[in-house]
């Protein structure tokens, strides 16, 4: 495998979907790949994994969380980073997870307002320092038109149903979903002209890191399938950009 021209960045990278679409972008895509989350010890587990299973790939990690005080020191360490520091970012996506479920009498404002800040604030700042990068890497707030059709990167936000529609007890969640789909719907109206390409990707169904019987059959999405969508979606041009996309199981009901 040769070495990396390019790099993405993930964070909410676990060991099912995060791995997998890791693995396709290392592999597939032929990029370096810096891997975020909050458990350090499991985070540098997936990393091991991760180097194993793609002779050569590039796999870094980065312990953080979603508050902007720890997404700017990370992206700077990433930025800094020997084998990181040369390679423009491509690709970034936040794919966290983040649930929260309770009677909506018995939600405090204070849990409301946690829940939001852990998610959609952590949303608005992780899409604020990739583009940073991407615009310090490729000349600033240029646009498309100065640069003869030069594409800066990819922002993807993995979402749920969550973000269209919300149940009881989900007022919390559904918040914070809603408000991640309206801040790629924000970057991609004002940004997209500028080369900085922005998609939330909802995604509905079980997701498991294997080739089995029900990836095949359709009843649950494999997460290297995840990862190829990504990778196209980070591969498109500016004549043609995704902006939303509905994922879900052949079987998923809908």
Known sequence: MSAPKTLA???????TSGAGVAR???????????????????????????????????????????????????????????????????LAIFHVKHSSKEPFMQTSPES??????VYAVGAFAFAQEAMKMMYAQNGGETTLADTKGEK???????????????????????????????????????????????????????ITD????DTRNGKKMSAEAVGKTYLYLGQQEPALWTHELDLRPAQEKF
């Open 210 to 213: 294997e080739d089995n019987e």
């Open 112 to 117: 409301y307002g946690e829940s939001l800040q």
């Open 9 to 15: 960045i993930i964070i909410g990278a676990g060991p």
């Open 24 to 90: 396709v972008l290392a592999r597939d895509g032929g990029m370096a790949v810096a891997l975020l989350a909050r458990n350090q010890s499991n985070l540098e587990k997936l990393r091991d994994d991760l180097r194993k299973s793609v002779q050569g790939g590039v796999f870094h990690s980065f312990p953080s969380d979603t508050s902007p005080s720890s997404l700017s020191k990370t992206f700077k360490d990433i930025s800094q980073h020997p084998e990181l520091k040369d390679l423009k970012l491509r």
């Open 152 to 206: 800066k990167g990819t922002i993807i936000f993995t979402g749920t149903l969550g973000a269209l529609r919300t149940n009881p007890e989900f007022a919390a969640y559904g918040s914070g979903r809603a408000s991640a789909r309206s801040i790629a719907q924000a970057i991609a109206k004002e940004h997209s002209k500028n080369g900085i390409h922005c998609a939330h990707a909802i995604a509905n169904g079980g």
